[in-house]
């Protein structure tokens, strides 16, 4: 496993952080930690992606947690994060502060509003193009099709949704007996 | 107040918890918590909030500093942050040092197979839950539709068509 000094994973973490926007942001740790520099392997990187997705809470804040465990163990998981977290969140909060006191000039709100119909495109075109990948089969499209009609048009907590619908995922998935 | 940090604190956290599949999976029971049951703000700014949080740096779901700092200041910003953020970053810690030996389970791998498709039905109604406070008339429906066929079949920044759509909203005065 390799170890890189602490200061150089919270500047390449912050790095990263700072220049990535939209959606598919792990991309931009991708190229940080394993084409550029070599730190992991790319079924590494493949394989704390999946449980970073699995995980409750945002996929690209887990996988800086999960890479910096990696790189530089539990204070590297720590200060990884956090260099990838801040900066945004500071800049966000000066942005969320002018917004909020003095609004924004009628002409930026026009742009808004046309960046947020352009942001519905992007995050159905980042559904579309998971979906290939985690959508194979009948009951992987039943499974997120209920999903979808219950949290979507439906308006069901999400919370109860899930409750509902993992334990039938579950039992679809369930692991078969090896044949006798 | 001391009451009302708690129940902001306390819903940041549900919603980390529940937020499987990534962060758009959890995009419609924020709006609904924040707008309609707690009325932090209006779903015009919900949406305004979560545009800024796609175009600044970082992770997508630091759209709660957004939410919290719109519900009660600078202390409702730092405590939306570290409820979505502290407890499920802990418990990818402690997972990512363990999963190795456990993912070639049987029950492990079941888990990993039946998340998936719960995670993009979740992201499906996230965008479903978008358009219906993004998409307001032809204009909006015709720009989320030609953003949303660019990135799918280009290799387009996404920042790139963002920024474009801002100028033509900005053009037509939507």
Redesign the interface.
Known sequence: MPHVRLSRIVRVFAWT?????????YAFLYDAVVVRRRWVRTEEFV??L?????????????LA??LG??LGG?RG??WG?VA??L???L???G???L??RRGFA??VV??????????????????????PA??RGG??????????V????L?V???LA?LL??PV??W????QPPAP | MIADLARLTWTFL?L???????????V??MQ?QAVERFHWMTAR?F?????????????????V??VG??AHG?AG?LLA?TA??L???A???L???H??TL?HR??A???????????????????????R???HDA???G??????????TQRV???V??????????L???
Do not use: K
């Open positions: 952080g700072l220049t990535s926007v939209g959606g598919g942001r394989q704390d999946t449980i970073c997705q699995l995980l409750p809470g945002s996929t690209f804040g887990n947690v999960a465990t990696r539990g998981a720590f994060a990838l977290i900066p945004g969140a800049i966000l909060l942005l969320a502060a917004y909020l009628p002409t026009h742009a808004m509003h046309g960046m947020a119909a352009a942001v519905v495109g992007l995050v159905f075109a980042t559904t579309m193009t998971i979906a985690s959508l009951r992987a499209l039943l499974i997120a099709a209920a999903m979808f219950l949290v979507g048009p308006r907590h999400t919370a899930i619908v993992a995922s579950l679809l998935y369930r692991p | 549900w980390s918890l529940i937020c499987v599949g990534g962060g758009l999976a959890v419609p029971e609904r700014e949406l305004d909030g979560y545009t800024l949080s796609q175009l600044t740096p970082g992770p997508g779901m630091l759209v500093v957004f700092y719109r600078l910003a942050g979505m953020f407890p499920t970053s418990l990818t810690a997972i990512a040092r999963w190795a993912r049987p029950w791998m079941a888990i990993e197979q039946a998340l998936q498709p719960i995670g993009l039905g979740l992201m499906a109604a996230g965008v479903y839950t978008l358009a406070a993004g998409i204009p909006s429906a720009i989320a539709t030609l953003a949303g066929l660019v990135l799918w920044p996404a920042m068509v963002v920024l474009a759509a801002g100028a033509i909203g900005w037509m005065a939507l």
